[in-house]
T-cell receptor, first 115, second 115 residues
Framework: DTGVSQDPRHKITKRGQNVTFRCDPISEHNRLYWYRQTLGQGPEFLTY????????KSRLLSDRFSAERPKGSFSTLEIQRTEQGDSAMYLC?????????????FGPGTRLTVL | AQKVTQAQTEISVVEKEDVTLDCVYE???????LFWYKQPPSGELVFLIRRNSFDEQNEISGRYSWNFQKSTSSFNFTITASQVVDSAVYFCALSGGAAGNKLTFGGGTRVLVKP
């Protein structure tokens, strides 16, 4: 079974541009999470899906951020009008019965640099 | 609100020394889960262990051991006979028993094992 994959691994963009990241969870995992990790800090929760439904959003997720999981499989995270403060590692995790009901498995992350 | 504190920001040891990482948590949930993740320089968060709040039995897995003490809200992690490959940032995390189970991470402890 393959792990969680994320694309791209690195993204450099100019301030004001839009970016979109993709996450493919472990197959058959019905719960998918997005986290953001800034340099030297622990990851912070952004949002979570159960199947295609977005059930919780952090206040960190401003109006410029939107996440989707249209068919309950892969998910996308879009940031509009990027700002330098958006520079961070964006981590995706999925969770299911594999390994226990409450263990989240993480992808390699997408490192965003906003110039 | 949930909170995880890892007071040690960085620990440096010489190979074969033991190293203990401290983790203290706060939660109002009666059922919760505690985790340790490893983040090597490659950036991917690697799951190490999960403990349930109702199971205070300590655990040993190879060179890793965990000491969960509910009375002091601590979940400490020890690496015995450290190796250079253990060099990484280690995160303690907490999730509640409610639906969603988003993770709240500590700030991480960087472990540097010198040969």
């Amino acid at each position: 079974d393959t792990g969680v994959s994320q694309d791209p691994r690195h993204k450099i963009t100019k301030r004001g541009q839009n970016v979109t990241f993709r996450c493919d969870p472990i197959s058959e995992h019905n719960r998918l999470y997005w986290y953001r990790q800034t340099l030297g800090q622990g990851p912070e929760f952004l949002t979570y899906f159960q199947n295609e439904a977005q059930l919780e959003k952090s206040r960190l997720l401003s109006d410029r951020f939107s996440a989707e999981r249209p068919k309950g499989s892969f998910s996308t995270l879009e940031i509009q009008r990027t700002e330098q403060g958006d520079s961070a590692m964006y981590l995706c995790a999925s969770r299911g019965r594999q390994g226990g009901p409450d263990t989240q498995y993480f992808g390699p992350g997408t490192r965003l640099t906003v110039l | 609100a949930q909170k995880v504190t890892q007071a040690q920001t960085e620990i440096s040891v010489v190979e074969k020394e033991d190293v203990t990482l401290d983790c203290v948590y706060e939660t109002r949930d009666t059922t919760y889960y505690l985790f340790w993740y490893k983040q090597p320089p490659s950036g991917e968060l690697v799951f190490l262990i999960r403990r349930n709040s109702f199971d205070e039995q300590n655990e040993i897995s190879g060179r890793y051991s965990w000491n969960f003490q509910k009375s002091t809200s601590s979940f400490n992690f020890t690496i015995t006979a450290s190796q250079v490959v253990d060099s990484a940032v280690y995160f303690c995390a907490l999730s509640g028993g409610a639906a969603g189970n988003k993770l709240t991470f500590g700030g991480g402890t960087r472990v540097l094992v010198k040969p």
